[in-house]
Nanobody, 128 residues
């Protein structure tokens, strides 16, 4: 059974930092593309950061978080991370971890529909 469990969400002030974690089980974590998405009430699910499988050489970030967020993974621990700094009120959202095992075919790394597995989310709130 596949499970993705996020943790680390919290309430912080603008300019603050947080690190989210996502533990994955039930699939081959080391080779999967792993990603962070976020969603606000009434909004769509937005791709935040993506990391390729294996050595994770390929990373993609949404323009809105470039230079502030860093995605990383520890394959020995089957865990994905998102380091967030310079947080802004507009970063407030539910953050979800997603996984896509490797397979053939073209796809969009920041498109939610192209991912197979999802966590339940962790809430990040940025306010004074």
């Amino acid at each position: 059974q596949v499970r993705l469990v996020e943790s680390g969400g919290d309430s912080v002030q603008p300019g603050g930092s947080l690190t989210l974690a996502c533990a994955g089980t039930g699939f081959t974590f080391t080779t999967a593309f792993m990603a962070w998405f976020r969603q606000t009430p009434g909004g769509g699910r937005e791709g935040v950061a993506v990391m390729s499988g294996g050595d994770g050489n390929t990373k993609t970030y949404a323009d809105t978080v470039k230079g502030r967020f860093t995605i990383s993974r520890d394959n020995a621990k089957n865990t994905l991370y998102l380091q967030m700094s310079g947080l802004r009120p507009e970063d407030t959202a539910m953050y979800y971890c997603a996984a896509r095992p490797p397979r053939a075919g073209s796809w969009n790394v920041l498109r939610p529909g192209d991912y197979d597995y999802w966590g339940q989310g962790t809430q990040v709130t940025v306010s004074p």
